[in-house]
DNA sequence: CCATACTAGATTGCCAGGCAAACTAGACGA
DNA sequence: TCGTCTAGTTTGCCTGGCAATCTAGTATGG
């Protein structure tokens, strides 16, 4: 389940502060690596750390997440990222939203022959 | 029905010209203001000439629409728009996709507490 | 007769953000 | 020693929504 059409940059703009912060959430904590490789399981790959990274530092300079720094036993350190109350609340506002959103827009789309 | 959110540009971004061209095949024709009327009233407000101008020029320029000006018997003159056959095939290939795409968000978005 | 508003289209400039690419750096295997 | 995997950061390109502004034709109201 790998053959995945690797989706346009401007849907996965849409969407991929929401669907990353859904991962921290989901897992109580993970890294931006980690993430990575989540999202690419899920049906979003090609997604790079050049896209990742900045999300993060995007969510966590708005308090959507909090970030601590730890050791690698084995390999280099990584920078954990948990969820904050503040993240919750969009996450839950921002994904109500985004199904409404889809609901008019497949509304538009699937008007096959439709009249007005 | 018009207590509409106004939805983040980036969400308008990822479906504008599909949703775009869905409208101009629906009307056998139709031309910018009208696109923008249709829009707005079917849940997407707050779009205006400045952005649905550049998109059917891109549309056009792809070769998904062609169009034609016509003197106004009232009013200015309007460009009428017309979906061709590469703007259907390509219409109803980003259609699916776009489906495919909001089941997979959808599927991240929703796993409330499920485990990976 | 003029001001306002609506219809219709075009253009300019700002700004956000995905993504490729390159870089640092630790651990490990051949 | 060299390549590879893990892990994170930074730079620069390019796309595209959107506000603002402009032109112009028509209609309405004072």
Redesign the pocket.
Known sequence: MSDDPK????W??AV??PCILQQVQTRNES????IVQDLGARGLP??????V??????LEADGRVRSEWRE?H???????YTITPQGETWLSETSGAWQEFTARVAAILTMEGNPA
């Not at 989706?7 to 401007?10: I, R």
């Not at 890294?31 to 980690?34: A, D, F, I, T």
């Open positions: 989706w346009p940059s401007d996965i703009r991929l502060a890294y931006g690596y980690q090609g997604i790079g750390g050049g896209t990274y900045p999300v993060l530092n995007r690698g084995g390999g280099p350190g990584r920078k954990f």
